[in-house]
């Protein structure tokens, strides 16, 4: 995944992968995730700088150690329960929005996916006003079958870079072929007219 790197880069590293700047593109379009998304939904949504990740032993379609995506957002009143935290559905969109970035930045942006299986465990809430940040970590990069998980931190409230583990969660996609999404975070157009190109890509 080309994410920003710690020297203030643009994370781009020659390879498949996006750079930040594209992914966030990809995570603030509602064409992509659909305007439900506690992502596309909040304006102030960052992808965070990773140190580089050491390179995955042998070969085949392993993952280096993770993660390799964090994505910051903050928690909005829209967001929230009737007891003013995250909603756990909205948390679990985040599992599945940021590891689904997380594939889309390792392939180039490339290759439509749909869940198979997704699967989220709650530790604590994230009330309105606090901060979270998800890490995705790619875990295998298959040709057809992606396995990502994702942990969700609270910063703390006295800026003293504490973190406490808010949920974690298992994101299971199944690639749908085809070539939909371009490097600028949206959708490549399509050559032709045609009657339509079935339907919009799901993530």
Request: hydrophobic fraction near 35%; aromatic fraction near 4%; glycine fraction near 16%.
């Amino acid at each position: 995944m080309a994410t920003a790197g710690s020297d203030g880069s643009d994370g781009s590293d020659g390879s498949a992968g996006l750079t930040s700047h594209q992914v966030e593109l990809i995570l603030r379009d509602d064409a992509n995730f659909g305007p439900w998304s506690a992502l596309a939904t909040t304006e102030s949504v960052r992808v965070l700088p990773l140190p580089p990740s050491p390179s995955p032993s042998g070969s085949g379609s392993g993952s280096s150690a993770g993660p390799h995506l964090a994505v910051e957002v903050p928690v909005v009143a829209r967001h929230a329960n009737s007891f003013g935290n995250m909603h756990g559905g909205a948390l679990a969109t985040l599992v599945d929005v940021v590891t689904t970035a997380a594939e889309l930045g390792r392939v180039g942006g490339r290759r439509p996916t749909v869940s198979v299986d997704l699967s989220v465990s709650y530790l604590t809430g994230a009330p309105v006003g606090s901060t979270l940040v998800v890490e995705a970590t790619v875990d295998r990069l298959g040709r057809s079958v992606v396995f990502t998980t994702a942990r969700v931190y609270r910063l703390g409230s006295d800026g003293d870079g504490g973190r406490t583990l808010v949920a974690t969660g298992s994101h299971t996609k199944k690639v749908i072929g085809g070539d939909n999404f371009g490097r600028e975070g949206g959708r490549r157009q399509r050559s032709g007219s045609g009657s339509g190109s079935g339907p919009r890509s799901r993530l």
